[in-house]
């Protein structure tokens, strides 16, 4: 007798899930392992690059046009390294290869360094920069270029992400025990359906993708790993498009961590 065409048992289908994912695990490795490749690759050449635009200025262009070229294309190269750097460094937090030089430093000194970094762009942008930062120091246990790494990716994001002419206030307190940094812009915003999704590596949201000098989408991905190696947590707030968005960082301050028993050095 013939038998009906059956469904596939619960146990045929667990299979194929488990088959699609299995393939689906093994491309994102691909991808991530050939990401970090090419960022390898393109970044061998780069530093010399660099180096030789850098001679060029000891040496000093006689010609101002010569000089002026030379300057675009080091800024530019700066730029390109970055890029790159950046990317190095996911492929790096993705396979777990990110080493933390950790040394009792103040949040203030990465944050004075995160604005002066920033400088240039925020003031390109016409935007306003106010700070409350308290004058007590803050000591966390930190990388202080990661940490500096952070801060300069969520002030990179608020002046990007604003219309030019906008306000931007960063601000710093101590609550249980931790810093609690928190970056506030009053720009483009960031819509309900994005917003669980930034701090995943390479999302942009739409409107960000129609927004000129944009990146890769991966600032946000590192900032969140860099925190959690440091112990924090990082939220992101935003009352959606057109209203503003608020950047949370938490870092537990040195001689206050939440896996106390360890002796303190
Ligand atoms: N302050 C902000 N205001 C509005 N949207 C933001 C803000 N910060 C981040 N976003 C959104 O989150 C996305 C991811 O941010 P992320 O910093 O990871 O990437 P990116 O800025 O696009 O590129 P890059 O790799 O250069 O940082 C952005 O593309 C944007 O859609
Ligand atoms: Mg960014």
Same mark, same amino acid.
């Given at each position: ?41 393109? +970044? ?6 660099? =180096? ?7 040496? /000093? ?13 080091? +800024? ?49 942008? /016409? ?18 270029? +990661? ?16 219309? =030019? ?25 960031? =819509? ?20 000129? &000098?944009? &990146?890769?989408?991966? &600032? ?19 009352? /959606?498009? /057109?209203? &503003? ?21």
């Amino acid at each position: 007798m013939m038998q009906p065409a059956q469904e596939p048992s619960r146990a045929q289908l667990a299979a194929e899930v488990k088959r699609l994912e299995d393939i689906l695990a093994l491309e994102r490795r691909r991808t991530s392992e050939f990401l970090a490749q090419l960022a390898h690759e393109l +970044r061998n050449p780069l530093g010399p690059i660099l =180096s030789g635009l850098e001679a060029m200025q000891i040496v /000093g262009l006689k010609d101002p046009t010569l000089e002026s070229l030379r300057e675009l294309m080091r +800024r530019q190269t700066g730029q390109l390294i970055r890029l790159v750097d950046e990317l190095l460094d996911v492929a790096r937090v993705t396979h777990g290869r990110i080493t933390l030089e950790k040394q009792p430093m103040r949040v203030a000194d990465a944050l004075t360094e995160a604005i002066q970094t920033t400088r240039d762009l925020i003031a390109e942008r /016409g935007h306003q920069l106010t700070v409350d930062m308290p004058s007590e120091p803050m000591l966390i246990e930190g990388d202080p270029v +990661r940490i500096e790494q952070v801060f300069v990716n969520l002030l990179t994001n608020a002046a990007r992400y604003s219309p =030019s002419g906008g306000r931007i206030r960063l601000s710093v307190s101590r609550r249980d025990g931790e810093a609690v940094v928190t970056v506030h812009d009053e720009g483009q915003g960031i =819509s309900a359906e994005a917003l669980p999704r930034i701090f995943e590596p390479f999302f942009r949201s739409e409107a960000a993708q129609e927004t000129s &000098g944009g &990146g890769l989408g991966i &600032g946000l991905s590192l900032v969140r790993s860099l925190v959690e190696l440091h112990g924090g947590r990082v939220e992101a707030m935003s009352d /959606g498009h /057109g209203k &503003g968005s608020e950047f949370i960082v938490k870092l537990p301050l040195a001689g206050k961590r939440r896996d106390e028993g360890r002796e303190p050095r």
